[in-house]
C-alpha cells in the first residue's frame, strides 16, 4: 500500500524539510501556507490562537472589573466605563470565545479524523469561517478602543437603540458578521458528518463528540440567522429611528427580547454541547471503558436540539408576560435539564469498575463534573418561578452561568485541549505543573463564584459598580478568587507555549485511547490525515477488547 | 484498502472527497442546509412584520396602498418565469446540452436583472416620495397619512392642513410613525431579497462562464442543479413577499 | 445590617418571603444532596477503580435500562415538584387583593417616582402601611427599568410604554432596600432608594401630611383643560363614549371584541384612541400622544376610576365590573362625579364598595 501525499495545495510552496516523517505542521512555513491553508487542522490552530487572545481581553476586563467590585463605592472607574467593562467582557467571551472555541478548535481539528476523512467537506468555506470571525472580532476590537460600548451584552431596547451615548452600531455590525462564522462552521460540520464518514462508520459507531458537534451544528443553524437578523434590526432602529423596539416610536421593547433570547437560549447549547462531546471522549480513556448508556447520550443530545428552542421565556419572566407563558416556559426548563442530568449520571457510571488514572485531563472532567453539576442544579432553582422572581438580574444567575460556563465549558476545553495535545503537536506538557494548574483553576473558580449565589439571594443586582456595604464581605472573596482563578489560567498559558518547544515527545498514542485519531494515524497527524482510509468495524471505546500491553504500541508510518 | 484511483479522476473532483457522487451528495445537502438557515433569517423579518402588522392594520393598509402594485405584479412574473428559464438550465445540464444550457442561463440572468431594475425604479420612487424611513421622512408628502389619498398638490402635506385642528396634527404623528415601521419593514425585507439576487446573478455570471468553458457534463452538473435550488427560494421568497407587502387590502380599491 | 457578619438570607418582610425562603431551602437541600452524592461516588470511584497497573483491563460496559430509568423518573419527580412549589407562588405574586392599596411608580433615568392615591409623592421612597396589601401599577418615562426589594422577594420590570403590576403586603415595620434590577444606563446602581413599612396609624398620619392635590383631582383638571368634557359629557355635539363606570367595565369593541377596560386600555385610548374603537362611536377622537407626560396620564386615569355609573340604563350596554364588584343600582351620583378630596385619600379606598356611591365622603381615617 503506497502512501500518498496528496498534493493537492499549488499555494502551500515547496520548502518542506524532511523529517522522518511529514505532518501537517511541517508541511509548510511561510506564513501563506498558514493564512491561506485549506488544512482544517491548519485552521483550527488558527482559532486556538485568536480565541485565546480573545480570552484574554476579555479575562482582562473581569479583572478590572472585580476590581472595581472590592469596595462598595463606584470608586474606581466612572460609573459608564464600569458598564462598558462588563458588556465588553460579556460580548467577548460569550461570541469570540465560548461559542467558537470548542467547535473552532477541537471540532475542526478533531472531526475530520474521528470520522476518517481526509477534512472537512467544504475546507475553503472553513478557511471563510476564520476570516469572518476575525472581521467580526476586529469590529469589536476598533469599539473597544474607539470608545467602548454600554449596554451589556443583551442589548436590551430601548436604551441601546435610543438612549445609549455609545458605538453600538459598530459592536451590533462585528456580531451580525460573526454570526456568519457559526453558521458556515455549522452546515460544514452538519454536511461532513452526513457525508465524509469512513467505511463501516455507522451513526452508531460515531464517537459522542461526533453527536455533540452534530447537535451544536444543527443549533447553530437555526437558530444564529435569528439574532443575526434582530442585531440587523435593531442597529438600523438605532440608525434611522424606526420604532420596532422603542415604545417612543411606536415600537414594543419585549420583542427585542423574544428575538434576542430566540437565540440566546439554544447559544447557551451551542457552548455547552461541544464540551461534553470533550469529556465523552475523556472519561472513556481514563476509565478505560466503554461508555455508559451511549444511545442515551446520543438522544440527550437531540434533546437539547429540539428543547433549547424552546425554553428562551424563562429569561423573562418578570417582563410582565402572561403568567401562562412563564408557566409553559418552567415546566420545559425543567424538561431540558433532564437531558444534562443524564449525561452527568452516564459519566459517572463509565468509571464504574474502571480503571482510573489522573492525568490532568481527567482531573478537568472531575472538575467539570462537580462544577456543571452545581451549575445546572441551580438552572433547576432559576426555573421555578417563584424563586426567579426574587433572583432574577441579581448576582445568583451570574453565579450560575457561570458555574456552567467557566467551570463546566471551560473544564470540558482544557480537558480536551490537554488530552489532544499530543496529537496536536506531538508533544507533552508537563504534567505536575499542569496539575498544579487545575487546582488553582479549580480552587480559584469556586472562590469567585460560590459567594455570588449568596451575594445575589441577598439582593445584590447585575451590573452594579457599587452596592450596599453589607455586600462588601462576599465580594472582596470573589475577587480574592477571581486573582486564583487569573492565575491559574495564566500558567496554563505559559507552560503549554513552553510545551511546543520544549515538551517531551509524545508517541503516537500516550494515552492508550481508541480512536480513529489516536490508533490510526501519527501525532501530529499527516496534512492528508491519514496513509491510508480506515475502515470500522468496532464500537466505539471498545477499550474491553484492548490489550493494553500491546495493542497500542504499533506506530502508524508512511512506507518509503 | 482504498486508493484514490488517479485514472477516474475527474478535474472537478475535490481531493478530499473519494468519488463525484459523495462530492454531489455533499454539495447538495449543503445547499438544503444553507436555505434552512435562509428561511430562519427572513423568517424573523417576517415574525416582525406579522406582529406589527396585527398591531397597526389600518397604517399598514394606508402604507401598502402607496406602493406601487403594478411593477411589483410585474416583478413577480418575471421572476416565475425566471424560475422556468432556471428549471430549464438544470435540464440542459443534465442533458449535456451546453449551448441550451449557455442559452437558458442568460435567460435567467437577463430576467434576474430585469427585477433588480424594476427594483432600481421602485426604490428611486419611494426616495423621491419622501418613503424611505430616517430623517427625511415623510408620508405626508404625497399622501394624506389618515385616509391614505393621493394628494394631487405635490407639496401639500396632510400635516399643513390647518382644517382639521390641532388634533389631526397628534393623530398624523402616530399614523406616521407607524407607516414608517412598514416601510422600515419593506426596505429591510425586499432590500434583503434583492440582495439575495444580486448574489444570484453573481453565481449566474459564474455559471456561464463555466458552461462556456465546457466545466459541465452528464457526470459533472451538480452547480447547475444548486444555483437552481438558490434560485428557487430567491423567488419562493418573493412570492411570500408580494402579497404581504403590496397586496394588503387592495380589494377595496378595486 | 451589620456590615461585618455575613448573612445568607435577606430579612423576611412580607408575606412571600417566608415561601421564598422555603422554597429556596428545598431547593437548597435537594441540590446539596445530589451534589453530595455524585460527588461523593465519583470520589469512591476514583479511589477504589484507580489504576493499579498499565495491564489493567476493565470489563464491557453492561447496560442497565433499569438504573438509566430510575435516573430519568426520580429527577423528573424532584422537578416536578419544584415546578409545582415555584408555580403556586408566582400564581400568588400575579393574584393581588382586590382590597390592595394602590400606588403608582414612574421610574426613569436614574429615579424612583411614587404617587400615592391621594396624591403625596415620593421620590426613591415608598411609605407602606405594614399588613396590607400594595398593588403597585408602574411605568417608565424612557427605558427599562426594574422594581426589586429584596426583602418583600419581589420584582418586576417596569416597561415604557406600558404598564406593569406587582404586588405586596409588609409583615415588619422596618426600612428596606429598593433596587433597579434592569440595567438602565450610567446610574443604574445609583438607582436605589428605600421601602419603610410603617405601622397602620404612623402611615395615616404620614399619608394625610401632603399638600399635594390627590391624583383624581389633578385628573379632574386635566379633564377639563385637555379638552376631554367637550365630547365625553352628557350634552356634548360630537359624542365620545360615556366614562362613567369606565373602569373595569367591559367594552364592545367595533370589531366585535371585548376588552376590560383598565389602566392599559385607557392608556391606550389616550394614545392611540382608534386602535380600539368602542362600538357605535366613529374614528373622531384626537390622540394626546406628545401631549401628556406618564403621570398626567396616571392622574387622569385615577380621576376615571372616580367616575361611577349612575344607573344601569345610561351605558351603552350592561355594565359589567370584573376589576370591582358591579356597583348597586342606586341613585345618587351626579353625572360628573366630583370626588372630594378626603374621600379618595382613604388609603383602603376599594373601587366600589356595594354600599352606593363611593363617593359620599368616608372619613378619612
Given amino acids: 500500500m503506497s502512501a500518498h501525499v496528496i498534493d493537492s495545495k499549488p499555494l502551500i510552496e515547496d520548502k518542506v524539510e524532511h523529517k522522518e516523517q511529514e505532518n501537517y505542521l511541517t508541511a509548510g512555513y511561510s506564513l501563506k501556507s498558514w493564512l491561506l491553508t485549506l488544512d482544517h487542522k491548519r485552521i483550527a490552530l488558527l482559532y486556538l490562537i485568536s480565541i485565546t487572545a480573545m480570552f484574554f481581553v476579555g479575562g482582562i476586563f473581569a479583572a478590572l472589573l472585580r476590581l472595581e467590585l472590592m469596595t462598595p463605592q463606584s470608586d474606581l472607574f466612572?460609573?459608564?466605563?464600569?458598564?462598558?467593562?462588563?458588556?465588553?467582557?460579556?460580548?467577548?467571551?460569550?461570541?469570540?470565545?465560548?461559542?467558537?472555541?470548542?467547535?473552532?478548535?477541537?471540532?475542526?481539528?478533531?472531526?475530520?479524523?474521528?470520522?476518517?476523512a481526509k477534512d472537512v467537506a467544504f475546507p475553503r468555506l472553513n478557511l471563510l469561517s476564520w476570516y469572518v470571525y476575525i472581521v467580526g472580532a476586529a469590529f469589536t476590537m476598533f469599539t473597544i478602543v474607539s470608545g467602548g460600548v454600554d449596554t451589556g451584552w443583551t442589548f436590551y431596547t430601548p436604551y441601546s437603540t435610543s438612549s445609549s451615548q455609545t458605538h453600538v452600531v459598530p459592536v451590533v455590525l462585528g456580531l451580525f458578521i460573526t454570526g456568519f462564522s457559526s453558521i458556515l462552521t455549522g452546515l460544514n460540520f452538519m454536511v461532513t458528518i452526513h457525508r465524509m464518514r469512513a467505511p463501516g462508520l455507522t451513526w452508531f459507531r460515531l464517537p459522542l463528540m461526533v453527536w455533540s458537534i452534530y447537535a451544536t451544528s444543527i443549533i447553530q443553524i437555526l437558530g444564529t440567522p435569528v439574532i443575526a437578523v434582530t442585531l440587523m434590526m435593531a442597529g438600523l432602529e438605532r440608525i434611522f429611528r424606526i420604532g420596532i423596539f422603542d415604545p417612543n416610536l411606536g415600537g414594543d421593547p419585549v420583542l427585542f427580547q423574544h428575538l434576542f433570547w430566540f437565540y440566546?437560549?439554544?447559544?447557551?447549547?451551542?457552548?455547552?454541547?461541544?464540551?461534553?462531546?470533550?469529556?465523552?471522549?475523556?472519561?472513556?480513556?481514563?476509565?478505560?471503558?466503554?461508555?455508559?448508556?451511549?444511545?442515551?447520550?446520543?438522544?440527550?443530545?437531540?434533546?437539547?436540539?429540539?428543547?433549547?428552542?424552546?425554553?428562551?421565556?424563562?429569561?423573562?419572566?418578570?417582563?410582565?408576560?402572561?403568567?401562562?407563558?412563564?408557566l409553559i416556559f418552567s415546566i420545559l426548563s425543567y424538561l431540558v435539564g433532564i437531558f444534562s442530568a443524564i449525561k452527568v449520571f452516564n459519566w459517572t457510571a463509565t468509571m464504574y469498575k474502571g480503571s482510573i488514572s489522573f492525568d490532568t485531563p481527567m482531573l478537568y472532567v472531575f472538575g467539570f463534573q462537580g462544577l456543571f453539576l452545581i451549575g445546572g442544579l441551580t438552572g433547576l432553582f432559576l426555573a421555578a418561578l417563584g424563586f426567579d422572581v426574587h433572583v432574577h438580574d441579581t448576582y445568583f444567575v451570574v453565579a450560575h452561568f457561570h458555574y456552567v460556563m467557566v467551570g463546566g465549558l471551560v473544564m470540558a476545553f482544557l480537558a480536551g485541549i490537554h488530552f489532544w495535545w499530543p496529537k496536536m503537536f506531538g508533544r507533552k506538557y508537563p504534567e505536575g505543573i499542569s496539575k498544579f494548574a487545575m487546582i488553582l483553576i479549580f480552587s480559584g473558580f469556586n472562590l469567585t463564584f460560590f459567594p455570588q449565589f449568596i451575594l445575589g439571594y441577598l439582593g445584590m443586582p447585575r451590573r452594579y459598580a457599587s452596592y450596599p456595604d453589607e455586600f462588601q464581605v462576599l465580594n472582596i472573596m470573589s475577587t480574592a478568587g477571581g486573582s486564583v482563578l487569573g492565575l491559574g489560567f495564566l500558567l496554563v498559558g505559559v507552560y503549554m507555549v513552553w510545551s511546543l518547544f520544549f515538551g517531551k515527545e509524545a508517541g503516537q498514542n500516550p494515552w492508550k485511547a481508541t480512536g480513529l485519531e489516536w490508533e490510526h494515524t501519527t501525532s501530529p497527524p499527516p496534512t492528508e490525515n491519514f496513509y491510508e482510509t480506515p475502515v470500522v468495524n468496532e464500537d466505539p471505546y471498545n477499550y474491553a477488547n484492548r490489550d493494553f500491553l500491546k495493542d497500542f504500541n504499533k506506530e502508524v508510518k508512511a512506507s518509503a | 484498502m482504498h486508493s484514490s484511483d488517479h485514472s477516474a479522476h475527474h478535474p472537478a473532483l475535490a481531493h478530499h472527497f473519494q468519488d463525484l457522487e459523495q462530492q454531489k451528495d455533499t454539495t447538495w445537502l449543503a445547499m438544503w442546509v444553507f436555505l434552512a438557515t435562509e428561511i430562519m433569517f427572513f423568517g424573523g423579518l417576517f415574525l416582525a412584520y406579522v406582529i406589527y402588522r396585527s398591531s397597526y392594520p389600518d397604517?399598514?393598509?394606508?402604507?401598502?396602498?402607496?406602493?406601487?402594485?403594478?411593477?411589483?405584479?410585474?416583478?413577480?412574473?418575471?421572476?416565475?418565469?425566471?424560475?422556468?428559464?432556471?428549471?430549464?438550465?438544470?435540464?440542459?445540464?443534465?442533458?449535456?446540452?451546453?449551448?441550451?444550457?449557455?442559452?437558458?442561463?442568460?435567460?435567467?440572468?437577463?430576467?434576474?436583472?430585469?427585477?433588480?431594475?424594476?427594483?432600481?425604479?421602485?426604490?428611486?420612487?419611494?426616495?423621491?416620495?419622501?418613503?424611505?424611513?430616517?430623517?427625511?421622512?415623510?408620508?405626508?408628502?404625497?399622501?394624506?397619512?389618515?385616509?391614505?389619498?393621493?394628494?394631487?398638490?405635490?407639496?401639500?402635506?396632510a400635516s399643513n392642513k390647518p382644517s382639521s385642528g390641532h388634533e389631526a396634527t397628534g393623530h398624523s404623528k402616530k399614523a406616521l410613525r407607524e407607516i414608517q415601521i412598514f416601510f422600515s419593514l419593506y426596505f429591510a425585507m425586499t432590500g434583503l431579497h434583492a440582495f439575495h439576487m444580486i448574489i444570484g446573478a453573481g453565481l449566474l455570471i459564474w455559471l456561464v462562464i463555466s458552461a462556456m468553458k465546457g466545466k459541465f457534463s452528464k457526470e459533472y452538473n451538480s452547480p447547475v442543479e444548486l444555483v437552481g435550488l438558490y434560485w428557487h427560494f430567491v423567488d419562493i421568497v418573493w412570492i411570500f413577499l408580494f402579497p404581504l407587502l403590496y397586496l394588503i387590502g387592495r380589494h377595496h380599491h378595486g | 445590617m451589620q456590615s461585618s457578619t455575613v448573612q445568607f438570607l435577606p430579612e423576611q418582610a412580607s408575606s412571600f418571603a417566608l415561601q421564598v425562603d422555603l422554597l429556596y431551602l428545598y431547593l437548597t437541600v435537594v441540590s446539596a444532596f445530589f451534589t453530595v452524592l455524585i460527588v461523593g461516588i465519583i470520589i469512591f470511584f476514583a479511589i477504589k477503580y484507580r489504576r493499579r497497573s498499565d495491564a489493567d483491563r476493565p470489563p464491557m460496559t453492561v447496560a442497565n435500562l433499569l438504573?438509566?430509568?430510575?435516573?430519568?423518573?426520580?429527577?423528573?419527580?424532584?422537578?416536578?415538584?419544584?415546578?409545582?412549589?415555584?408555580?403556586?407562588?408566582?400564581?400568588?405574586?400575579?393574584?393581588?387583593?382586590?382590597?390592595?392599596?394602590?400606588?403608582?411608580?414612574?421610574?426613569?433615568?436614574?429615579?424612583?417616582?411614587?404617587?400615592?392615591?391621594?396624591?403625596?409623592?415620593?421620590?426613591?421612597?415608598?411609605?407602606?402601611?405594614?399588613?396590607?396589601?400594595?398593588?403597585?401599577?408602574?411605568?417608565?418615562?424612557?427605558?427599562?427599568?426594574?422594581?426589586?426589594?429584596?426583602?418583600?422577594?419581589?420584582?418586576?420590570?417596569?416597561?415604557?410604554?406600558?404598564?406593569?403590576?406587582?404586588?405586596?403586603?409588609?409583615?415588619?415595620?422596618?426600612?428596606?432596600?429598593?433596587?433597579?434590577?434592569?440595567?438602565?444606563?450610567?446610574?443604574?446602581?445609583?438607582?436605589?432608594?428605600?421601602?419603610?413599612?410603617?405601622?397602620?396609624?404612623e402611615y395615616d398620619a404620614w399619608l394625610g401630611n401632603t399638600k399635594d392635590s390627590s391624583l383624581a383631582e389633578a385628573g379632574q383638571k386635566l379633564f377639563k383643560t385637555m379638552g376631554c368634557v367637550s365630547c365625553h359629557s352628557v350634552d356634548s355635539a360630537t359624542k365620545g363614549p360615556n366614562l362613567e363606570g369606565i373602569y373595569g367595565k367591559q367594552v364592545r369593541l367595533q370589531d366585535g371584541n371585548t376588552v376590560i377596560a383598565d389602566e392599559r386600555y385607557l392608556r391606550e385610548s389616550l394614545l392611540l384612541p382608534n386602535s380600539k374603537l368602542t362600538e357605535g362611536f366613529a374614528a373622531n377622537m384626537p390622540s394626546y400622544q406628545g401631549l401628556m407626560t406618564e403621570e398626567q396620564i396616571l392622574?387622569?386615569?385615577?380621576?376615571?376610576?372616580?367616575?361611577?355609573?349612575?344607573?344601569?340604563?345610561?351605558?351603552?350596554?350592561?355594565?359589567?365590573?370584573?376589576?370591582?364588584?358591579?356597583?348597586?343600582?342606586?341613585?345618587?351620583?351626579?353625572?360628573?362625579?366630583?370626588?372630594?378630596?378626603?374621600?379618595?385619600?382613604?388609603?383602603?379606598?376599594?373601587?366600589?364598595?356595594?354600599?352606593?356611591?363611593?363617593?359620599?365622603?368616608?372619613?378619612?381615617?
Fill in chain 3, 67 to 201: 438504573l438509566e430509568i430510575t435516573w430519568i423518573v426520580v429527577p423528573l419527580a424532584l422537578s416536578f415538584v419544584m415546578f409545582i412549589w415555584g408555580a403556586a407562588i408566582f400564581f400568588k405574586m400575579a393574584s393581588p387583593p382586590k382590597e390592595a392599596i394602590d400606588v403608582y411608580v414612574t421610574g426613569k433615568q436614574w429615579m424612583w417616582k411614587m404617587q400615592h392615591i391621594n396624591g403625596h409623592r415620593e421620590i426613591n421612597e415608598l411609605h407602606v402601611p405594614v399588613g396590607k396589601p400594595v398593588r403597585l401599577t408602574m411605568t417608565s418615562e424612557d427605558v427599562l427599568h426594574s422594581f426589586f426589594i429584596p426583602a418583600f422577594r419581589i420584582k418586576a420590570d417596569v416597561v415604557p410604554g406600558s404598564y406593569s403590576k406587582m404586588w405586596f403586603e409588609a409583615t415588619k415595620p422596618g426600612k428596606y432596600h429598593l433596587f433597579c434590577a434592569e440595567y438602565c444606563g450610567t446610574k443604574h446602581s445609583g438607582m436605589i432608594g428605600s421601602i419603610i413599612v410603617m405601622e397602620q396609624r
Fill in chain 2, 59 to 157: 397604517a399598514f393598509a394606508i402604507a401598502s396602498n402607496a406602493l406601487n402594485v403594478n411593477m411589483g405584479l410585474g416583478n413577480t412574473f418575471v421572476l416565475i418565469i425566471s424560475s422556468f428559464t432556471m428549471a430549464m438550465s438544470v435540464y440542459s445540464a443534465q442533458m449535456a446540452q451546453t449551448g441550451r444550457l449557455i442559452v437558458f442561463l442568460i435567460l435567467t440572468l437577463i430576467l434576474g436583472c430585469t427585477f433588480l431594475g424594476v427594483k432600481y425604479f421602485e426604490y428611486k420612487d419611494k426616495f423621491d416620495s419622501h418613503l424611505v424611513p430616517g430623517r427625511h421622512f415623510d408620508f405626508a408628502y404625497h399622501h394624506d397619512p389618515i385616509t391614505g389619498a393621493t394628494l394631487h398638490n405635490e407639496h401639500e402635506g
Fill in chain 1, 264 to 326: 440566546s437560549h439554544p447559544a447557551v447549547y451551542i457552548m455547552i454541547v461541544p464540551g461534553m462531546g470533550v469529556i465523552n471522549e475523556v472519561v472513556t480513556c481514563f476509565s478505560r471503558r466503554s461508555i455508559f448508556g451511549y444511545r442515551a447520550i446520543a438522544f440527550a443530545n437531540v434533546g437539547f436540539v429540539v428543547f433549547s428552542f424552546v425554553v428562551w421565556g424563562h429569561h423573562m419572566i418578570v417582563s410582565g408576560q402572561s403568567v401562562y407563558s412563564a
Fill in chain 3, 299 to 365: 392622574q387622569l386615569i385615577s380621576y376615571m376610576r372616580t367616575l361611577k355609573p349612575v344607573t344601569t340604563n345610561t351605558s351603552n350596554k350592561t355594565v359589567v365590573s370584573t376589576l370591582a364588584p358591579a356597583p348597586q343600582a342606586t341613585p345618587a351620583a351626579k353625572a360628573e362625579a366630583t370626588p372630594t378630596p378626603k374621600a379618595v385619600a382613604t388609603p383602603t379606598a376599594t373601587e366600589s364598595k356595594p354600599s352606593g356611591s363611593p363617593l359620599k365622603s368616608e372619613p378619612a381615617k
Fill in chain 1, 78 to 116: 466612572e460609573p459608564d466605563n464600569y458598564n462598558k467593562l462588563f458588556t465588553m467582557h460579556g460580548i467577548i467571551m460569550v461570541f469570540f470565545f465560548i461559542i467558537p472555541a470548542v467547535p473552532g478548535v477541537l471540532g475542526n481539528f478533531l472531526l475530520p479524523l474521528m470520522l476518517g
